[in-house]
């Protein structure tokens, strides 16, 4: 009786602890490739700048993905979504 009530929240407590690794990991794996691919035209001022033109998560979305096509690195949409969340993380702050 008591396993099997201990066994299904140990998955729930566990899943949690898993998709935070998988933030954590993903931040980590986006500030590599940006670090790798962006700095070319611009640095890192750019998103630190008074008047920078992004305001919302979706828009550093698209930004992010209009860079990376002039770029032509092709990046898969994980890549996109992690440099996303490392600038937003480092950066932007957008909610
Ligand atoms: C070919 C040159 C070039 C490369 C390489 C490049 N960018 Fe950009 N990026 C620009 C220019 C130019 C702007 C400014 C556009 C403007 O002011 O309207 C910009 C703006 C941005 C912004 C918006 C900044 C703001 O105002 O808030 C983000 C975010 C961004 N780039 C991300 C990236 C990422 C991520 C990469 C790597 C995939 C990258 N850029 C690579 C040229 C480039």
Redesign the pocket.
Known sequence: MKTSFIIPLCTVIGATCLSLTAQADMISEGKAL?DK??M???QAE??K?DN???KTLAY?GT??EN??T??G?GWFPEDVQA?TKY?NATYYKLK
């Open positions: 940006h691919n962006c070319g035209c611009h750019i998103y700048r920078r033109k992004v550093l930004s992010v860079c990376n002039q770029l690195t440099v600038l």
